[in-house]
């Protein structure tokens, strides 16, 4: 008997997959789901987190059917509250960890989780769309929403400028994608398979997540087509002026 048990529990490990959504829901709660956006928007290492399709899972599971197709029940007043302070706190500390160790925070061997093409991704978001934006714009964005903060702290953004917008794009991000979930669990029934429809689910969620850095992009292009050329034949304002606070 406990041979088998022991073989079930091993099975049971095995079959766990720690970055799959409905896992980290049914297993964690709320709390594990707190955690996961602190670690995902504050340490480097948590770039790999499942943060939208995670947020619009939580928030399902705060629906009325939340229970029977999810397997977990959630609270919608802790997910919208709790969920965009962990958020926030998170950011925050990726901030302070840049404006701490600058440059060198980053200065790491390429690897099979770390590259370095994630900082200049980042970093090249800051300088096109402005220290405000990108704050914003970076927390819909996965993998950038976490490299983001440290290259503001290391790049200089003061730190009340970067909280004012860091509050605001959490509140954004995390309150949005959940009341997605919640209105939809509350417009199926309880047999809803939400195992078909999550991954076109998700892919729709982040295709309305970089909808506001595409038309951005957009307006950008028009705009420095507008611009007049100078007597070089370069457009009077270059790209990667660096930002100015």
Not at 2 to 14: I, K, Y
Not at 71 to 91: E, F, K, W, Y
Not at 189 to 204: H, Q, R
Request: glycine residues 12%; neutral net charge; proline residues 7%.
């Amino acid at each position: 008997m406990q041979v088998s048990e022991t073989v079930h529990a091993a099975n049971e490990l095995l079959a766990a997959n720690p970055i799959d959504p409905k896992y980290l829901v049914t297993t964690f709660g709320l709390f594990g789901i707190w955690a996961i956006l602190f670690a995902e928007t504050g340490l480097l290492l948590g770039f790999f987190l499942p943060g939208d399709s995670l947020l619009f899972l939580a928030g399902i599971a705060t629906s009325a059917t939340g229970g029977t197709i999810v397997g977990a029940t959630l609270s919608l007043p802790g997910m919208l509250i709790g969920g965009p302070i962990c958020a926030i706190a998170g950011a925050q500390f990726g901030h302070f960890l840049g404006a701490r160790y600058g440059r060198k925070l980053f200065d790491r061997p390429n690897s099979r989780l770390f590259k370095g093409i994630y900082v200049e991704k980042a970093e090249q978001a800051f300088v096109k769309f402005g220290p405000a934006k990108a704050v914003v714009f970076a927390r819909f964005i996965p993998i950038v929403r976490t490299f983001l903060n440290p290259v503001a702290g290391m790049l200089g953004m003061p730190t009340r400028q970067f909280f004012l917008w860091n509050v605001v794009g959490a509140i954004l991000w995390v309150d949005g994608i959940v009341l997605l979930g919640y209105f939809l669990g509350d417009v199926v029934d309880e047999n809803f398979p939400i195992d078909k429809y999550l991954v076109p689910g998700i892919a729709f969620i982040i295709f309305l997540s970089i909808l506001p850095v595409l038309i951005e992009w957009i307006r950008t292009r028009r705009h420095k087509k507008n611009e007049p050329e100078d007597a070089h034949g370069e457009a009077s304002l270059g790209s990667g002026t660096p930002p100015t606070f």
